[in-house]
């Protein structure tokens, strides 16, 4: 018997803290600390320690986190930032945003990662920094990254791995530092748009805080250039009442990817995303790569099986940069993930009858192939 299986259900999840998050709503409404404030302050301070960094800066979306460091880094025009052509577009239009150009390389196979032997293949003289990101949950290879790339900064793109380890080493504490995302559907998500830097270097820190505030050290001084990209004070709030979770969370999403792997791995024409032996994924998405990607969402959806494509079209084809002049047949893998990929339902309230329904949806197409 098939149970409809939404893609994502932040509904149950509440349900689920609705005491906790409720109070702590509406004591920040009582508060008026609407924006920063103490509940923020709080939520950043265990945040950082969550991750184990130092500081965490809470700010108003993961893309801010992105451009904000970046910025803070000093990145600017005439200097070139390595990005992989297969994530989020935001990883790349930040840098584009602080003047700077964005050079895609290629992701390895298997992680959907950047792929360390292509990112030194595209590093020139104006190469300033590199952006991996930790894509789906799974870590991309710090130490490969750093070898590659000697003397070259590395910004931690982390918007998908609340908790995900790199040889025993969270995500946020590899890079001078590292960018968080809190949108609703991450790992660990607002209600409402939120982000945050994590680092361990006083000066980044400070900068980044200053960026996020009009460069503004005392009110109606401005330092510097900087913008509003503060977090809410109820963003914080929900974020300080879910952080307690995310670990169980984290761990309940390995489970059903582990039961997935058991169920899918071997399949013909199927391709399960496999974990590194140095890595600890969280699956934010669990992404498989099929042959006929489009017929079996269809199917899905006709089964009440919610499923997502993340990501559709690499970045290098994308029009916003179509003055890179980048072409298909650039980056092959990242093209051949983005016509194969699918992300199947993958969170911790799913039922047992909601895991077996996502799993006999994907067979039964399979066996009809
Ligand atoms: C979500 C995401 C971002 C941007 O975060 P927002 O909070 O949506 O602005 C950046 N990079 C990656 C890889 C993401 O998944």
Redesign the pocket.
């Known amino acids: 018997m098939s149970v409809p299986v939404p893609y994502l259900d932040l509904k149950a999840q509440y349900h689920s803290l609705k005491g906790e998050i409720d109070a702590e709503i509406f004591s920040t409404l009582e508060s008026s600390a609407f924006i920063l404030g103490p509940k923020v302050a709080a939520f950043e301070k265990n945040f950082a320690e969550w991750v184990g960094a130092k500081h965490c800066v809470g700010l108003n979306?993961?893309?801010?986190?992105?451009w904000l460091s970046l910025w803070a880094l000093g990145i600017g025009p005439g200097d070139e930032v390595i990005v992989p052509a297969f994530?989020?577009?935001?990883?790349a239009s930040t840098v584009a945003l602080c003047g700077a150009t964005p050079i895609f390389a290629d992701v390895d196979p298997k992680t959907y990662t950047l792929d360390p032997a292509d990112a030194a293949r595209k590093r020139t003289a104006r190469t300033k920094a590199v952006v991996p990101?930790?894509?789906f949950g799974h870590p991309y290879d710090h130490d490969a990254v750093t070898a590659a790339l000697p003397g070259v900064t590395i910004i931690e793109?982390a918007?998908?791995a609340h908790g995900t380890k790199y040889k025993g080493k969270n995500a946020g504490t590899l890079a001078p530092i590292a960018?968080f995302?809190?949108?609703p559907g991450?790992n660990l998500g607002a209600y409402g748009?939120?982000?945050a830097c994590t680092t361990s270097d006083d000066a980044l820190a400070e900068k980044v805080k200053l960026l996020r505030e009009h460069g503004m050290p005392r009110r109606y001084e401005h330092a510097m250039l900087g913008i509003n990209g503060r977090l809410e004070g109820i963003q914080g709030a929900v974020l300080g009442a879910k952080l307690p979770s995310l670990k169980g969370w984290n761990h309940r999403r390995r489970q059903i990817a582990h039961t997935y792997h058991a169920a899918f791995r071997g399949l013909p024409g199927v391709q399960v995303p496999e974990e590194a032996s140095w890595g600890e994924s969280i699956y934010?998405c669990y992404v498989l790569q099929l042959n006929d990607r489009d017929g079996f969402v269809a199917r899905a959806s006709e089964k009440k099986i919610g499923t997502g494509v993340h990501y559709p079209k690499p970045l290098h084809l994308q029009p916003a940069f179509a003055h890179l002049n980048g072409k298909a047949g650039d980056h092959p893998v990242s093209e051949s993930v983005a016509a194969r990929c699918v992300s199947l339902p993958i969170y911790p309230e799913m039922t047992d009858a909601q895991i077996e329904s996502v799993i006999e949806c994907v067979t039964g197409w399979v066996r009809k192939q």
């Open positions: 979306s993961g893309t801010t986190a992105n994530t989020f577009f935001a990883t990101v930790h894509l793109d918007a998908q960018c995302s809190f949108y991450k748009e939120g982000g934010h």
